[in-house]
Each structure stands twice: as structure tokens, then as C-alpha cells.
């Protein structure tokens, strides 16, 4: 392999083996709204993957993201609805107390398909929730989510453990082919899991 030249030199890595230099790296992260971009072979290909995985952190779970929850923009600036960015699905409270699954989107909370499985001594009750934006054919949504329901691997659902989900309730639900699963902070993943 070619060695690194002082053009192909990463700030981050210097000289390393292996390293390429195809991409660029903006100078300000673009979900900051950067646009300019350091000349290619600056930062390497691998320093420009790490720290993507840690903007994309940083955008969607600090409160960085809460300007764009309540007012946008999407991607690339958009104030359409529907060029939105990936919105951070969460435990939603209502003023009743009632917990569900859902995100806020351009200020707007939006629930998400779901079902809730609550264990009591009269033994299991589920009960599901669809969200308000689908239209037509509920059977055919409730029909298609438990068709998925039975193809996944529970192992690769998002966990999310929220204080206000009642010890006795699971919630499950699914967003864009993504599954998620909450339950109340004080159970164990791993028992949760093996359920």
C-alpha cells in the first residue's frame, strides 16, 4: 500500500496504514447547518465515520434536537412534513397519565402502532393503539403489524425503559420498520428480553 502523502495526511490519524481518502468532512457538522467542506484529504474516511456516528448521536438524543423537534427544519432545511428528519421515538405522557410510544414532529406529538400487553392476576390483556395518520382499512394495518410482529427478532428492537410505564405493562411498537420495546426502568433488559 501507497504511503500517506502530506496531501493525503488525516489531522486526526496523521500517517496510519490503511487509510483512505475519498469523502470529505464538513468543517461545521451539517445538522448544525455546515455546508463547507475541508478539502478532500484532510480528514480520513475512517475519522469521518467516527465522528458521524457520534454527530448523529448527538443530534437526535441532546437538546441540540429539541429546535427541530418543535420547529423543523427536515433535511436539507425542508419545512415539509414529509422531508422531516428521523424523529427520536420515545415514552409519551398524557395529561391523564396514560404512557405510549410516539415522537414529536414540527411541535406535533405523533403516536406510533402499538400494542400494550398489561399482566395482572386475571392474566394478560392486550390492547393496541393505531396512529391517527393512517387511513383506510384499520383491519388491514392491525393485520400487517402482527404479520411483522411474528418475523422479528425481539433482540433487535430499540429497549427503552421509562419510569412512568406501569411494572405490570409492556409496549411495543413499530415506526418505520423499526420495533421498539418499553418498559417500566425498574425490570431487567435481559428478563425482559427472554419474555
Same mark, same amino acid.
Given at each position: 500500500?501507497?504511503?500517506?502523502?502530506?496531501?493525503? !495526511?488525516?489531522?486526526?490519524?496523521?500517517?496510519?496504514?490503511?487509510? *483512505?481518502?475519498?469523502?470529505?468532512?464538513?468543517?461545521? #457538522? %451539517?445538522?448544525?447547518?455546515?455546508?463547507? !467542506?475541508?478539502?478532500?484529504?484532510?480528514?480520513?474516511?475512517?475519522?469521518?465515520?467516527?465522528?458521524?456516528?457520534?454527530?448523529?448521536?448527538?443530534?437526535?438524543?441532546?437538546?441540540?434536537?429539541?429546535? *427541530? @423537534?418543535?420547529?423543523? #427544519? $427536515? +433535511?436539507? $432545511?425542508?419545512?415539509?412534513?414529509? +422531508?422531516?428528519?428521523?424523529?427520536?421515538?420515545?415514552?409519551?405522557?398524557? #395529561?391523564?397519565?396514560?404512557?405510549?410510544?410516539?415522537?414529536?414532529?414540527?411541535?406535533? #406529538?405523533?403516536?406510533? @402502532?402499538?400494542?400494550?400487553?398489561?399482566?395482572?392476576?386475571?392474566?394478560?390483556?392486550?390492547?393496541?393503539?393505531?396512529?391517527?395518520?393512517?387511513?383506510?382499512?384499520?383491519?388491514?394495518?392491525?393485520?400487517?403489524?402482527?404479520?411483522?410482529?411474528?418475523?422479528?427478532?425481539?433482540?433487535?428492537?430499540?429497549?427503552?425503559?421509562?419510569? *412512568?410505564?406501569?411494572?405490570?405493562?409492556?409496549?411495543?411498537?413499530?415506526?418505520?420498520?423499526?420495533?421498539?420495546? %418499553?418498559?417500566?426502568? @425498574?425490570?431487567?433488559?435481559?428478563?425482559?428480553?427472554?419474555?
Amino acid at each position: 500500500m501507497e504511503k500517506n502523502t502530506i496531501e493525503n !495526511m488525516c489531522v486526526y490519524y496523521k500517517d496510519a496504514e490503511g487509510l *483512505r481518502f475519498e469523502k470529505q468532512e464538513h468543517i461545521i #457538522p %451539517a445538522f448544525l447547518g455546515g455546508k463547507k !467542506m475541508l478539502d478532500q484529504g484532510v480528514v480520513s474516511d475512517q475519522a469521518n465515520e467516527l465522528f458521524s456516528g457520534i454527530e448523529k448521536h448527538v443530534s437526535m438524543e441532546s437538546f441540540i434536537n429539541i429546535n *427541530r @423537534m418543535f420547529l423543523g #427544519p $427536515g +433535511k436539507r $432545511g425542508s419545512k415539509n412534513p414529509k +422531508k422531516s428528519g428521523n424523529a427520536k421515538v420515545s415514552v409519551m405522557c398524557a #395529561p391523564d397519565g396514560k404512557v405510549s410510544l410516539g415522537y414529536i414532529l414540527l411541535g406535533k #406529538p405523533k403516536q406510533i @402502532m402499538q400494542c400494550f400487553l398489561e399482566t395482572d392476576t386475571d392474566g394478560n390483556k392486550l390492547t393496541m393503539a393505531i396512529d391517527a395518520e393512517r387511513e383506510g382499512d384499520l383491519k388491514k394495518y392491525v393485520d400487517q403489524f402482527f404479520k411483522d410482529l411474528k418475523k422479528i427478532d425481539i433482540k433487535k428492537a430499540v429497549y427503552i425503559s421509562d419510569s *412512568r410505564i406501569p411494572e405490570n405493562q409492556k409496549i411495543l411498537g413499530n415506526h418505520n420498520g423499526r420495533w421498539f420495546l %418499553a418498559y417500566n426502568s @425498574m425490570l431487567d433488559k435481559n428478563v425482559i428480553e427472554q419474555e
